[in-house]
C-alpha cells in the first residue's frame, strides 16, 4: 500500500479541501496583480513610455560618456563636468527607475544604438580633440534634445506622475546646458 503525502490533491476530505481553497484562492490573488500591474503599464500612454525610453537612454549615454571623459580628459573643466553628469544623471535615472517600476513599466538598460556608435567614436579620440568633441557631443548637443524632450513632457504627458518626473528633472538639465555651452567655449580654445 502506497503512503499517501499529507498534502496529497488525491484526498478528500476537509483536509484537501482547504488546501484547494487555499490554492484556488492563491492563483486569483496573483491573476489580479499580474492584471493590475499590466493595467498600469498600459494607463500609460504611447508617448508616455516614449519619452520614458528617450529618457533612459539619454541618461545612460550622458553616464557611459561621461566616465570614458574620466579617463581621457585633458582639461580639469571637463573632469568636473563629467563627474557632475555622472552624479546628476545616476540620481535622476534611479528616480525614473523607481517611476517606471511604480507603473509596471521596463526601461532600456543602456544607450540606444546611435548613442552607442557616439560613445564608439569619442571613446576614440585623446586629448583636446576628445575635449572638445565630448563637450560639444555630449555636452551641448545631448543637453539640447533632452531639454527638449523634459520640455515637452513636463507639459504634455498624460499621466500626473510622468508629467512631475520631467518637470522636476528639468530644471536641472537646463542647467547642465547651460554648462556644457560654457565647457564648450572653453574647450574650443584648447590646442
Do not use: C
Amino acid at each position: 500500500m502506497q503512503a499517501s503525502h499529507p498534502l496529497s490533491l488525491r484526498q478528500s476530505g476537509p483536509r484537501a479541501s482547504g488546501l484547494l481553497k487555499v490554492l484556488g484562492a492563491a492563483a486569483i490573488g496573483i491573476a489580479v496583480m499580474a492584471l493590475v500591474g499590466n493595467a498600469r503599464a498600459a494607463d500609460l500612454s504611447s508617448k508616455d513610455k516614449s519619452f520614458m525610453t528617450d529618457a533612459a537612454e539619454a541618461g545612460h549615454t550622458e553616464i557611459n560618456a561621461s566616465k570614458i571623459a574620466l579617463e581621457k580628459n585633458r582639461s580639469p573643466a571637463v573632469k568636473d563636468f563629467a563627474e557632475a553628469m555622472i552624479g546628476d544623471h545616476t540620481t535622476a535615472g534611479d528616480a525614473l527607475a523607481q517611476l517606471a517600476t511604480s507603473k509596471n513599466f521596463t526601461l532600456p538598460d543602456g544607450p540606444s544604438a546611435m548613442q552607442k556608435a557616439k560613445i564608439a567614436i569619442l571613446s576614440k579620440l585623446d586629448g583636446a580633440t576628445f575635449d572638445k568633441q565630448y563637450a560639444s557631443i555630449i555636452g551641448v548637443s545631448a543637453h539640447e534634445d533632452a531639454v527638449k524632450l523634459f520640455r515637452d513632457a513636463a507639459a504634455n504627458a498624460k499621466d500626473p506622475d510622468v508629467k512631475q518626473f520631467a518637470a522636476k528633472t528639468l530644471p536641472t538639465l537646463e542647467h547642465h546646458l547651460e554648462m556644457a555651452k560654457r565647457l564648450k567655449t572653453a574647450t574650443d580654445g584648447e590646442k
